[in-house]
Every structure is written in structure tokens, then in C-alpha cells.
């Protein structure tokens, strides 16, 4: 069945980057475009950014440009989340999610990854 | 950036009740809404798409209408696999925003 399967917790110290991985499954990954969606505690959703599954072409939100490096391995199936300068205000719950072919919504979610900044 | 806002942030309802949700945008979005479900825990669901559209395997009681800057979520008769927390999403611009959310929850 089609699904994104994303890595593991992550435990980061302020300052560090971490990179969380998603890998497509059940449908063609270079067609679609994989976002990357964040929830920290309690909060709403927050949009970071977007890949193209087939030029690798990027959107991000102003709020994280220049610390967030979206990238896919379209021969691995799998989507790339990076970000840096990691300070305590991005402790969340990291989403890879799967945009609809005509760019309506993002229909497919990954299970989501815990990262968690703490010295 | 679109800004939307819903209302309300909080709902107490009882199975059985019709719910209608608002998201209002800061500017025009057409028709370029989303609305998805969120249990605790869980990763979101989508809902509707292009404002009215209902996902493939959404039950009926699931609906939405708008455009512009005004869109509702309605729930025609809740059930209690329903209560969850429901966001909407504009997808007329990058930032691909979110609205607050709105927790409806058992009255």
C-alpha cells in the first residue's frame, strides 16, 4: 500500500543539525512532491518546506531558510529533511507528508519523528 | 504570508450533533483549501480538499464549502470516532499555511 515510513527519535544538543529520512512506498516517487510539516507540543501545524520527488526543486518557509536542506534520492525512494542550528524551540514532531498530484493537500503523512534539543 | 484563522479554537459537542467549523484567510484563496483531522498522537488525515471535495474513504457526514476568504467544515452528525482536533491548510501560496485548529471534544 502506498506509505511514508520515517526514521527514528532523535535526541540533539543545541547547535547540531539532524537529518530525518522518508521512504516511499506503493507509488511512483519521482511524480509527487514530499512537504515536510512540523508540530512542536501543543502547537498547530507549521508548514517548513517542500521537494520536487522529480528535480529535487525546493520551497521553504522564510522562517527556516538557511537552516533546512530538503533533498530526495529518487533511486532510494526516499525523501531528506535537514536542519541546523538546532536551539530548543525545535523540539517537535517532524512529518514528511505526500502533496496530491494536482497540489490539493497532502494525502498521504509519514508516522512522524520526535526530535527533541536538550543540552 | 496567508494568515487563516479558525473558529472556534475549542468545541464541546455530543455524538449525534451537527458541527460546523470556520476558517477565515487574510487574503483571497480561491478555492485552494484543505481541511484535515488530527487524533493525539497520530499523524493528520485529509479530510477535503479544494474547499469541497471529500478524500477518497471520508465518510459522507464529512463536508466542506467556500471560497475566497471564508470556508466551513461541517459535520452533518457526530460520531465519536470524531472527536479530534481539525486544521485547515491554504494551498493558494508557499508558506503552505495552517490555521490554529479547532478541538472538538465531548460535551
Known amino acids: 500500500q502506498v506509505q511514508l515510513v520515517q526514521s527514528g527519535a532523535e535526541v540533539k544538543k543545541p547547535g547540531a543539525s539532524v537529518k530525518v529520512s522518508c521512504k516511499a512506498s506503493?507509488?511512483?516517487?519521482?511524480?509527487?512532491?514530499i512537504h515536510w510539516v512540523r508540530q512542536a507540543p501543543g502547537q498547530r501545524l507549521e508548514w517548513m518546506g517542500r521537494?520536487?520527488?522529480?528535480?529535487?526543486?525546493?520551497?521553504?518557509s522564510q522562517k527556516f531558510q538557511g537552516r533546512v536542506t530538503l533533498t530526495r534520492d529518487t533511486s532510494a525512494s526516499t525523501a531528506y529533511m535537514e536542519l541546523s542550528s538546532l536551539r530548543s524551540e525545535d523540539t517537535a514532531v517532524y512529518y514528511c507528508a505526500r502533496d496530491t498530484y494536482f497540489g490539493d493537500g497532502l494525502d498521504i503523512w509519514g508516522q512522524g519523528t520526535v526530535v527533541t534539543i536538550s543540552s | 504570508d496567508i494568515q487563516l484563522t479558525q473558529s472556534p479554537s475549542f468545541l464541546s459537542a455530543s455524538v449525534g450533533d451537527r458541527v460546523t467549523i470556520t476558517c477565515r484567510a487574510s487574503q483571497d484563496i480561491s478555492s485552494y483549501l484543505a481541511w484535515y483531522q488530527q487524533n493525539p498522537g497520530k499523524a493528520p488525515k485529509l479530510l477535503i480538499y479544494?474547499?469541497?471535495t471529500l478524500q477518497s474513504g471520508v465518510p459522507s457526514r464529512f463536508s466542506g464549502s467556500g471560497s475566497g476568504t471564508e470556508f466551513t467544515l461541517t459535520i452533518s452528525s457526530l460520531q465519536p470516532e470524531d472527536f479530534a482536533t481539525y486544521y485547515c491548510q491554504q494551498l493558494n501560496s508557499y508558506p503552505r499555511t495552517f490555521g490554529q485548529g479547532t478541538k472538538v471534544e465531548i460535551k
Open positions: 521537494v520536487n520527488g522529480d528535480n529535487g526543486n525546493t520551497k521553504f
Open positions: 479544494a474547499a469541497s
Open positions: 506503493g507509488y511512483t516517487f519521482s511524480i509527487y512532491e
